[in-house]
């Protein structure tokens, strides 16, 4: 089974509307941290966002929210206010112990902020 | 402070070349890992360390070899080059242990097998 499933591979948005990408993930570990990455066209790889299994609070980073629903297992990321340069592509991981605190990313979202 | 660096940037080989990609990292991180991302795939783990010594196989390790013999450096080796590892890979870095420690990723080698 995969890890981390995003199940967008595309997703267009209007400038400074919100825009949410989908991220479920499959653990039986109660502890694992799930995370944010972005890629833009220039393909290095940008940390975004962190949320930990036991923390109460849904994370937040400037314009990036996490909506992290436990029992649903679920860690959809918001852009608020979306901007020409939030274009790219957006990848949920997992990291769990098992395996030195390994991580598991998925396959994607390409994102595209039209004017 | 460097933070995670690869070298090349760019590779082409032949068939059944052998070669070196490099990583350094300069921040003490204990993991270091390599990926590879092919379109519509994400980036799956090749291999990972948790420390010097100590290495580990990832979910696509055929025709890899890493070692680790320094915190700071972390190298793959392409045994038999084949078309099939065309591809971009990606080096990263963190502290281990649970909490946010995320990974720190290198800008990539693009590597063409002809």
């Known amino acids: 089974a995969q890890k981390i499933t995003q199940t967008q591979p595309g997703m267009f948005v209007q400038e400074k509307e919100a825009v949410t990408l989908d991220c479920t993930y499959d653990?039986?570990?109660?502890?694992?941290?799930l995370f944010w990455y972005k890629q833009p066209s220039s393909g290095e790889m940008i940390f975004l966002i962190y949320q930990g299994s036991y923390d109460q609070q849904n994370a937040t980073e400037g314009r990036y929210s996490l909506n992290f629903q436990k029992a649903r297992k679920s860690a959809n990321l918001v852009i608020s206010a979306s901007q020409l340069g939030d274009s790219a592509m957006y990848f949920c991981a997992m990291r769990e112990p098992a395996g030195g605190n390994q991580f598991y990313f998925g396959t994607g979202t390409s994102l595209t902020v039209i004017p | 402070n460097a933070g995670v660096t690869q070298t090349p940037k760019f590779q082409v080989l032949k068939t059944g070349q052998s070669m070196t990609l490099q990583c350094a990292q300069d921040m003490n991180h204990e993991y270091m890992s390599w990926y590879r991302q092919d379109p519509g795939m994400g980036l799956r783990l090749i291999h990972y360390s948790v420390g010097a010594g100590i290495t580990d196989q990832g979910e696509v390790p055929n025709g890899y070899n890493v070692s680790r013999s320094t915190t700071e450096d972390f190298p793959l080796r392409l045994l038999s080059a084949a078309p099939s590892q065309t591809s971009v890979y990606f080096c990263?870095?963190?502290?281990?242990?649970?909490?946010?420690?995320?990974?720190?990723f290198g800008p990539g080698t693009r590597l063409t097998v002809l």
């Open positions: 990263a870095s963190s502290y281990s242990g649970t909490g946010r420690n995320e990974q720190f």
């Open positions: 653990t039986s570990d109660p502890s694992y941290g």
